[in-house]
């Protein structure tokens, strides 16, 4: 890949990822409520997964998502009804916290790890097709068509979406820095809820169009 094609990427990459966005959502929220080092495990499920599916329909194997509109469902609708889960989840611990129960969980026990960050991505078409318009874009035969390429955009997506949701979650940190209090922190809680019932909505939309 040339030089010029490179920065091409990166301009077309920038606002895809830095941009709001659910993914951007999902990880703010969990910044905001947790911290950039409790949101690790989240980032490292969500982005190795976006390595895996982004080389397989770079090289030509992403046909089953990408042309059958019932397989596409099948994983909206089961992506959006695991992340309305978490979203479920965080609710009740909040609302546990509000009742000063002795032996309620909080919310800040609520673990977000590595499979949920994986699956975010893996149960969300929307983001197969994000990736197949980018190979369209920038896989171009004869002089971009080889592996190496395929490697290359892999890579610079990954990574560009890794800063920019580091960021994000770093943003998210800073925002609940400013509000310290117990009822601010429940307040806290119930937006990241209410954030993921929104992720669980967009990922739920190729159900309805």
């Known amino acids: 890949m040339s030089a010029d094609t490179l920065i091409a990427l990166l301009i077309f990459l920038f606002p895809l990822a830095y941009s709001p966005g659910p993914g951007n959502a999902f990880?703010?929220?969990?910044?905001?409520?947790?911290?950039l080092n409790a949101a690790v495990p989240a980032l490292a499920g969500y982005h190795i997964a976006t390595l895996g599916v982004t080389a397989v329909i770079g090289i030509g194997m992403g046909a089953t998502i990408l042309e059958h509109r019932l397989f596409a469902n099948v994983l909206s609708a089961v992506g959006s009804l695991y992340v309305l889960w978490l979203a479920v989840t965080f609710v009740r611990a909040?609302?546990?916290t509000e009742g000063s129960t002795a032996d309620a969980p909080s919310a800040g026990g609520q673990r977000i790890g590595f499979w949920a960050g994986a699956i975010v991505l893996l149960l969300n078409p929307k983001a197969y097709y994000i990736i197949a318009v980018l190979f369209a874009q920038f896989l171009r035969p004869?002089?971009?068509d080889d592996i190496a390429t395929v490697l290359v955009i892999t890579i610079v997506f990954t990574l560009n979406n890794l800063v920019a949701f580091i960021v994000w979650?770093?943003?998210?940190?800073a925002l609940t820095a400013l509000f310290r209090s117990e009822r601010s922190k429940r307040w806290m809680d119930c937006l990241f809820a209410a954030t993921l019932i929104g992720v669980?909505?967009?990922?739920a939309v190729p159900l309805f169009t």
């Open 200 to 203: 669980a909505v967009w990922m």
């Open 94 to 96: 909040a609302r546990a």
């Open 27 to 35: 990880f703010a929220a969990i910044g905001a409520s947790k911290g």
């Open 169 to 173: 979650a770093l943003g998210g940190r």
């Open 142 to 144: 004869p002089a971009n």
